[in-house]
């Protein structure tokens, strides 16, 4: 399976192809719809947000509410191209001094992309910007669906913003107050502080960062492999993490506190129960030993810096002058950690469907609930 996106920020639309989807799988274009609204909201956003009311629409590859098993094309219109039309256009019309960029911001794509293709910023930061990250939020949401038909729960919580930390637990309530927050932190005392936070940032015309953690239940032990260095499921999931605009880090269960602990305070006792197979006395090790799923729950977390992107903006150098001035300011959200979340969540659903369409056969939806069922009796004995 594979997928391909492409669009610009202020171009008229993202468009995404996913090939390799089994026949036969039920796909909701209401559950993708609501996975991009989610992915819009979240304090800190900024105007462009108010712009944007973001929809899939489905081209191909899906007939009768199931997958055809031939490739699912789709689009998601940029409502502020209308806005943009001129300065984005190719034709005669075609606007391209205004909004021309040429002060380049310190941690974008702006500089070294112009140098590595010779163009123009604008064609380079109209690439790189996160808007792309919609699209790959709609091809996660699609395979997210199968994965849920097969029982597989993906659920994703914010760590910290600017600092904050919040406070955690794994009972059933935190989750709650985790979905129904606008940070989706489970904590009401750690998302107050982050709103004060967030206030004092947008005052300063800085932005804000932090960490976020995706868990995946009920997956089965055995996805991935240990035999070859890019079939290893954690290096699968990092490539993609790092993948989203933003993220800097990646880590999977005690992750890089592991290093300061004895051997013992680190690996997972193995235990076995009658009828239910292998298990583990701890998840230390976020669900992945040698490169493969162990049956545990997944745990990832990940690290987004602050967006670059500052109303109060550091110095650069004038691309044709060489003097030194500010760095131009584009319209920018000043905190997308909530969002990135959703992205996240998303990105992580992507690989761990390629594990499993990997292991079983899945020409048919059908047949690989067949054979993921089978396995897991298996893995019962
Ligand atoms: C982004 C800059 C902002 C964000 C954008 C990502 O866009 P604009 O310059 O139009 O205000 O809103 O995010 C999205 C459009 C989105 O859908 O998430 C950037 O530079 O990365």
Known sequence: MRFLTAGESHGQKLVGIIEGLPSGMRISQDLVDQA???????????GRMAIEQDKVHFLSGVRGGCSTGAPLAMEILNRDWENWEKIMAWGEDADLESRKVLTPRPGHADLTGALKYRTEVRNILERASARETAMRVAIGSVVRQGLSQLGVEIRGRVLAVGGIQAPLSDDEDYWERVRQSEWSVGDPDAERKMGEQLLA?????????????????????GLGSHVQWDRKLDGKLAQAVLSIQAIKGVSFGLGFDAGAKMGSQVHDPIEYTQGQGYHRASNHAGGIEGGMSNGEPLVLQAVMKPIPTLYRPLNTVHLETKETVKASVERSDICAVPAALVVLEHVVAWVIAEAVLEKFPADSFTELETAWEKYKEYLKL
């Open 36 to 46: 991009l609204k989610k992915r819009q909201q979240g304090p800190g956003r900024g």
């Open 201 to 221: 940032a947008r005052e300063l015309g800085e932005s804000l960062g932090g960490t976020l953690e995706v868990q995946v239940l009920h997956l089965p032990a």
